[in-house]
C-alpha cells in the first residue's frame, strides 16, 4: 500500500497514504525539494540500466516504475542498452507530480524519437533544452513547432510518440495541465531569464 498510486497521475503523481502523512518518513532531499517548492528538472542520482537491477527474470515483460526521477536518463540508458541483450519487453512507469516535469519528459521523448532530426542536430537540440534555460533562436522556433504536434499527442493520442508512450492511464484533469504547460513554450509567450538571474 506505500507505493500505490492511481496510474501516471492521481493528485498529479500519485502520493499514497503513507508518502503524504508521514514526515518523519521522507528523507532531508525529499523534504527540502517539498519545501522549496521547486520543480525538479534534473535527477539527483547517476542514468543507471534499470533492466541490469532484475536478477535474471524469465519473465516475458519486465515491468519498471519510477517515482518521481526528475529527468529521463535512467529511462533513456535502459531503452539504450536493450540492443546489447536479449531482452524481453519493457513497460516503463513514471510516477510524477510536477506537470511542468511531465511535460518536459514527454518532449525530450518527442525529440529522441524524431526521426526528421539528423544525429547531430537531435543531439545538440537535445542537449540545449535539457541542460539550459536560455535557448538559441534555432532551438526556440523548433520548440515552437513541436507545441502543436505535443497537443495532439496529449488530447488525441496522435503523432509519433502514440507508438512509444501511454498515456491512457492519466486522468484528463493532468493532460489539462500538461497541455497548459506546453502553451507557455510558444515564442510569443515572454520569459526573460536574463532578468530573472
Known amino acids: ?70 529527468d529521463i536518463c535512467s529511462f533513456l540508458m535502459t531503452i539504450a542498452r536493450r540492443h546489447t541483450k536479449k531482452t524481453q519487453q519493457i513497460n516503463y512507469y513514471i510516477v510524477e507530480r510536477q506537470p511542468e516535469a511531465l511535460a518536459r519528459y514527454i518532449l525530450l521523448l518527442s525529440i529522441f524519437f524524431d526521426d526528421d532530426l539528423g544525429p547531430r542536430e537531435c543531439t545538440e537540440i537535445f542537449l540545449e533544452i535539457y541542460g539550459n534555460n536560455m535557448l538559441r533562436k534555432q532551438t526556440s522556433a523548433f520548440l515552437h513547432s513541436k507545441v502543436e504536434e505535443l497537443i495532439k499527442f496529449l488530447t488525441n493520442g496522435e503523432g509519433k510518440l502514440a507508438e512509444f508512450v501511454d498515456i491512457t492511464q492519466m486522468k484528463f484533469k493532468e493532460r489539462d495541465a500538461i497541455e497548459k504547460v506546453f502553451k507557455t513554450w510558444y515564442e510569443n509567450i515572454e520569459c526573460n531569464m536574463e532578468e530573472w538571474r
Open 1 to 70: 500500500e506505500c507505493c500505490a498510486g492511481e496510474g501516471v497521475g492521481g493528485e498529479l503523481g500519485g502520493w499514497s497514504r503513507f508518502t503524504k502523512t508521514d514526515e518523519g518518513m521522507k528523507t532531508k532531499v525529499q523534504q527540502y525539494v517539498e519545501g522549496v517548492g521547486g520543480i525538479r528538472l534534473w535527477g539527483f542520482s547517476p542514468s543507471e540500466d534499470l533492466s541490469n537491477m532484475v536478477d535474471g527474470s524469465k519473465d516475458d515483460v519486465l515491468n519498471i516504475l519510477s517515482m518521481m526521477p526528475g
